[in-house]
Every structure is written in structure tokens, then in C-alpha cells.
């Protein structure tokens, strides 16, 4: 067995009285691609945002274990994981238009990190076909597409060893989308970086993930592999997998899910 | 039956929709697919009435409405439901005054029976007539939209990416709501969505947009069978047969 990049047992995850992630355990080495799917409020992005110390004030967090590169970190010591942000793992959101800096040009934020040189070659580095003029854009200035490989840029700047991205297509159009994750597909390839990939579409993260893991409520109700997803076994995941309209079913109704609280508690 | 013929949009004096033209008739419906800024939702705003710079004709079951202000006569009887249910409803009316409020402006009788058949339609109980939208999940929030373009009897409802602010499980449901309202009522829908499976499941016929143009318009048949003329078409096709990286 590989030895674990990240290795992460028995999280917990509170707000006050209200547990929002329960018992979340993943185990993770260089160059493998965990998806976690689930739909709002089942604590996909709080149980990873957990792992970089980036939870909201007012959520406190535990686990049983929490080791990361060999070294041992505790969850419940949010300042302490800072140490981890960047170099061990990076995060990638969504909506670059939020996530980067409006004040400073796309450039001079890559360049924080890594100085300008190395800024240019990335930004050629994630498709960008003029490095120089982007590299002077405000981020307002940039398209979607644009601004997601800008963020790719600069999480690369640090070198990372775990990227998280967390619905990092959603906000694209569904072709740039496309150039969007055939440029994270290449990175990781060939830096042996290791992927969690937040997604809500079970068929995106099947396609591109080894592992699946599916939450439901601020649980894991199933671990499957990515390539046996059509073969899921929990009621959640089937009912997921087989809502989705396809064209070939056209107009017949679709089957819905019915929850079952036990899922909750399982 | 509704007819868009030359339809052109601008903004500003900048033209955003050109040569537009289709028809849906009644119980069927129109899809309209492309990426941001191709003019799908513009074309949608302005069947509505809710752009001014308008220029070529709309009409249902043969009365052009084109010049009448959104809401005004027989312009009532186009609908439109947005993406977030959340910012089209006033957040301090309850579902009630929602509902009333649109039989009112339609100047329509039989107010609270109304807002009852309505509700009950979109699978809505009558305990939420006192609820805030606030108090509402998306899902259902989404319902009462569709409740709200239901209630004045329109000929066709417009909707804007009815299904992407949802939940996979609860996007079902509502795209379940509307093919019955369709069958059930003989209703016209235009759907606008980036998401071509669900406008394949949903439409009888699909226009690929591009740069304010219809470039093509397709059947669910072609769409399963890979048939595009334009490469633009053949890419939206192999980009909703998902992500490949080992191929």
C-alpha cells in the first residue's frame, strides 16, 4: 500500500448543538482523485474546507486522526493549518469572479506568491494565449473561463501537493467547462498531484475520479469506485443516478427520490 | 399557438437577437440552448415584455402582442419563470398575497379559489398560503413561481433556466410538474437552459443559438443521433455526453 498523502479518520463537524458533518474518514496518496458528491447542505464542502482550517467562525471542528505528508495535524487548531494552505493544499472555488482579488491585476496576485517570471509561465502554463496582457487584467475584465485558469495559475504557484476543487466548472458554460477540466486533468497528471473534486454532478465526478464518496445529510452513505457508479448499491446514489433526465428518455416521468431519515442516522 | 417571426433585441442599440423565428403550438414546447451571451434569455425577455428595444412580431393564437406592454391584455397569457425563485418573489408577501396579487392585475374573478386550485395544481397544500418564500425550500419555492404564472391562464409559460439553482433530486420533480402542466393543460412552454440533456428530455424541438442566431434547430431524435450541422452544435452535443479523461 501506498503510504496516504492525506489520511483523515472520525471527522466531526458542529455548528453549536447542530452536527452538520458526521464521521468523515478518507484515506488519499499522491496522484489519485477522490469526488465527493451530494447535493446542498450534506457537507461536501464543509468536510474539506475542515481539512484547511477555513471552516466559519462559529463551526468547530474534531477527528480521530489527521495526518497530512507524514505530519500530524488537528482540525480543531484552525491557525495551525495554515502551515497547510498553499504548498500542501490548495483550493479551488467555483466562481473565480469572488474568489480572486478585484483591486489587483490577475498578474500581481500569481506574482504574490511566486514573482513575475514564474507568474507569465504559468499563466502560459493553464492555455492562457497571451500571458502578458492577462497578467494586467483585473479579474472583473476576465471571462469565466479565463478567470478559472487564473485561479488554476495561482494555486499552482505554490506547488501543492492536494487540490481541492470545489465545483470548479458550475459557473461555465458547458464547453468552456470542457477546457477547463482537460487543463486540471493534464496538471495533475503530471505533477502526482492528488484531486478531491466537490461536485453535485455524480456523472462529472464518475468521469473524471477514481473513488466516489457520496454524502447525504453530513454523512458517507456509500465508497464506491468510480468506474462501478452505475452499479451503486445505496438507495441515495441510485435515486441520484437515475433522476437525471436523459434525452433518450424523452418526456417520461422521472423517477423522484424518496428520503429516507435512516440515512441519517445509518 | 405562438409565433415569434423576425424578432430582433438590442440594447443600448447594440444588437443582441436577430432573425429569430419559431412556433410552438399548444401542450408542445421550444427549446432554446447556446452559451452565455448567444441570446436565449434575451429573446425569453422579450416575449415577456421585458425588454423595450423590440422589433418583429409575437403572436399567440394569431393576436400580435408585441406592442403591448408586458402583463397588459392578451400579453397576460405569456408567463415567465425565472432560475432563482428566490429573487423573483417579494420576500415580505406571503404565498397568498403572491398569488392574489397576480389574479388581481389580470383583473380576474373567483380570487381565493384561484390561489387554491393553484397551489393544489403545482402540488402545493393549502397550509402554505400563510408562509414567506423564506420559509420555503428552493423546490417549493420554485412551485409557487410556477403557481404564480399558472394562475391568470396563460397560453404559454417562459422559463429561464427553470431547474439549475435546484437540487438533482428536486429538478426531477419540477421537471415532472411541468411536462403534466403541458399534458394536463394544453400549455405552450420556450425553455432556455445550457443543460441539453434536460432540453432534450423536455423540448419536441431544440434551437441551437449563437451570437443573437439560431443556427440550427433540432429534433430530440437528431440530438440522440448525433446529427449537427454546425460544429458549434456537434460540440454542445459532445460536451453533454460528459467529461472522458481515459478514454
Redesign the interface.
Known sequence: MTPALLDIEGLDVAFGDRIVVRDFSCRLSAGERLGIVG??GSGKSLSTRALMGLLPPRAAARSRRYTFDGATYDVAQPKALAALRGRGIALVLQDPKVALNPTMTAGAQIAEVCGRMRALELLADVGLREPERVYDQFPGTLS?GMGQRVMIAMMLAAEPKLLIADEPTSAL??????GV??LL?EIIAARRMALILIS?D???AG??CDQILVMYAGRIVERIGASALERARHPYTR??LQ?????????R?????SRDPAWSHE | MIRVDDLAVSYDGRRVVSDVAFAVGRGQAFGLVGESGSGKSSVLRAMAGLVRDVRGLITIDGVDVSRLRCGQGARRRLQMVFQDPYGSLHPNHRVERVLGEAVDIAGLDRREERIVDALSAVGLGEAFMRRYPHQMSGGQRQRLAIARALIVEPGAILLDEPTSALDVSVRAEILNLLMRLRRERGIAMVMVSHDLAIVGWFCDQVAVMRNGRIVEVLTPEDLVAGRARAPYTAELIGASRGYRWRV
Open positions: 447535493e446542498s469565466g458554460d458547458v464547453t468552456v467547462a470542457q477540466l482537460a486533468d453535485h455524480l456523472d462529472l468521469a473524471f435515486g441520484l433522476c437525471r433526465p436523459r434525452i433518450e428518455d424523452r418526456g416521468t422521472l423517477p423522484t427520490l
